[in-house]
Structures are given as C-alpha cells and as structure tokens.
C-alpha cells in the first residue's frame, strides 16, 4: 500500500466535514480525550518534572512545545500506519492481548503493591543511571520521547474508531488536555481515587471488544454503543466513590 493511499483520509474534506458535524463521532471523540487524560496522567506529571532539570524558563517552554509538536506528529504517523494495520486479525489479536495485559498488570500491582513499588524504584533507578552525565539536550530528548511514545493510547484509540480522523482529533485534543490540565485531573482523581481501576477496567473492555472482533466471531461492538458504556461506566464510578464516602464518613480508599 502506497504512503499517499495509507494517509489520504487525513487529507479528505469531506471526511472531516462529516467527522466535526456528527454527533456520534463527537461522542467517540471524547470518550477518546477521556481514555487519553486518565491513561496518560502520570506521563504528564513526569512531562512536567522532567523540564524543571533545564536551566531557565524560556528552556523549559522550549522543550514542553518540542515535545507537544512531536507528540502530535508522531501520532499523525502511527494513526495513519495503525489504521492499516488494526484490519490484520493477527494485529488484533497482538493488541487485544497487550492491552489485557496492561489490565492485568495495574490490578495485580494494586493487590501487590510492595513488588510494584521495588519494580518501580528498580526502573527509576536504570533511567538514573542511563542518563547520569549527559548533557541537558538528552533530557529535553528524554522529555520528546516521553511525550511522543504512547502506543497502548494509540492501539486503544484505534480499537474505539476506525476513522483515522476521529483518532487523530481525539488524540490531539487529549494530549493537549492531558498536558494542560494535569494538575486539576491528578487532583481529581485523588478525589475520585476510582478512576484510575475504571480506566484500567476500559482498558480490559477495549481488549475484549477487538478480540469479540476476531474470526471466528467477528463480533463488532457499535461505536456509539460503546461511547454510552464508557460515560455509563464513569458515572457509576462517581455515585459509587460518593456512596462510599457517604457510608463511611470520609473518603474511602
């Protein structure tokens, strides 16, 4: 398949005219932005650490806009390649698996956070050591590829919506949002401390839905339907988060 083919629905009018004028793409375009803020929260919050390491604060803005813009053209290239990709059954089967897998992992760290919290460290550590000496460009390139490098929200985003322009908005708007508002969603969610086991549940309900779509069921979950899922999920958490502070007299962790 030719480049020009691969990423002609990125250049195609009409499809961005019926994209911005429908409600139902609208609707999968923030369940995007949602899925987006609350699976990559703590890459922002490292985003932002990361800068105070650059000496002066026009630096610092430098680096935040490099990695912005590197963000949104890396996800240009990968929406376009993955579109073509996520039809091979095999790619989903690859990435049904990987996102059961990113699951998985946050629920058994939660149930084990003593190993999780030495996994950590240990990770934390071996970027310490790799990047010891180094001149502050390799922080601002450390800050880039952090940015950038996102698949699991890519391979997500895909399996929400097979548009790439519905991806590619959602995807923009997300970063942007994620970026801007960290801080108030960090917050947020230490309000609301379920919504991290809520986007981690999306996550095994977004594994679910591409392997339904494997042969031989070839199951296909509508879009809007699974838009009205995701906001019937979130609201049950709020009520459920509320019900329990309300049960116990204070913030139940």
Same mark, same amino acid.
């Given at each position: 398949?030719?480049?020009?083919?691969?990423?002609?629905? &990125?250049?195609?009018?009409?499809?961005?005219?019926?994209?911005? +004028?429908?409600?139902?793409?609208?609707?999968?375009?923030?369940?995007?932005?949602?899925?987006?803020?609350?699976? /990559?929260?703590?890459?922002?919050?490292?985003?932002?650490? *990361?800068?105070? !390491?650059?000496?002066?604060?026009?630096?610092?803005?430098?680096?935040?806009?490099?990695?912005?813009?590197?963000?949104?053209? &890396?996800? &240009?290239?990968?929406?376009? %390649?993955? +579109?073509?990709?996520?039809?091979?059954?095999?790619?989903?089967?690859?990435? /049904? %698996?990987? =996102?059961?897998?990113?699951?998985?992992?946050?629920?058994?760290? *939660?149930?084990?956070?003593? *190993?999780?919290?030495?996994?950590?460290?240990?990770?934390?550590?071996?970027?310490?050591?790799? $990047?010891?000496?180094?001149?502050?460009?390799?922080? @601002? =390139? /450390?800050?880039?590829?952090?940015?950038?490098?996102?698949?699991? /929200?890519?391979?997500?985003?895909?399996?929400?919506?097979?548009?790439? !322009?519905?991806?590619?908005?959602?995807?923009?708007?997300?970063?942007?949002?994620?970026?801007? !508002?960290?801080?108030?969603?960090?917050?947020?969610?230490?309000?609301?401390?379920?919504? *991290?086991?809520?986007?981690?549940?999306?996550?095994?309900?977004?594994?679910?839905?591409?392997?339904?779509? =494997?042969?031989?069921?070839?199951?296909?979950?509508?879009? +809007?339907?699974?838009?009205? %899922?995701?906001?019937?999920?979130?609201?049950?958490?709020?009520?459920?988060?509320?019900?329990? @502070?309300?049960? $116990?007299?204070?913030?139940?962790?």
């Amino acid at each position: 398949m030719s480049i020009l083919k691969l990423y002609a629905p &990125f250049f195609d009018g009409n499809n961005w005219l019926h994209v911005l +004028t429908s409600g139902k793409d609208w609707m999968i375009i923030l369940t995007l932005i949602l899925m987006e803020c609350l699976l /990559s929260v703590d890459n922002a919050v490292v985003l932002a650490a *990361q800068t105070q !390491v650059l000496p002066n604060k026009a630096e610092q803005r430098k680096s935040l806009v490099y990695g912005l813009w590197g963000a949104y053209l &890396f996800r &240009f290239i990968v929406i376009g %390649i993955g +579109t073509y990709l996520i039809n091979f059954w095999e790619i989903k089967l690859a990435g /049904s %698996i990987y =996102l059961f897998y990113l699951a998985f992992k946050f629920f058994y760290d *939660q149930r084990h956070p003593k *190993q999780a919290a030495e996994h950590e460290k240990e990770k934390e550590e071996r970027e310490a050591a790799h $990047h010891k000496g180094k001149k502050k460009k390799r922080h @601002v =390139l /450390s800050l880039f590829w952090r940015t950038v490098i996102s698949i699991d /929200s890519v391979l997500a985003a895909l399996a929400v919506s097979d548009n790439p !322009v519905v991806v590619l908005i959602g995807g923009m708007i997300g970063i942007l949002c994620m970026r801007g !508002v960290a801080e108030i969603i960090i917050k947020l969610m230490d309000i609301i401390p379920e919504l *991290q086991p809520m986007a981690y549940l999306l996550i095994g309900i977004i594994a679910l839905k591409l392997l339904l779509a =494997l042969p031989p069921l070839r199951f296909e979950l509508p879009n +809007t339907v699974f838009a009205i %899922i995701v906001f019937a999920i979130l609201i049950l958490t709020i009520l459920f988060h509320f019900w329990k @502070v309300k049960k $116990h007299g204070h913030k139940y962790i």
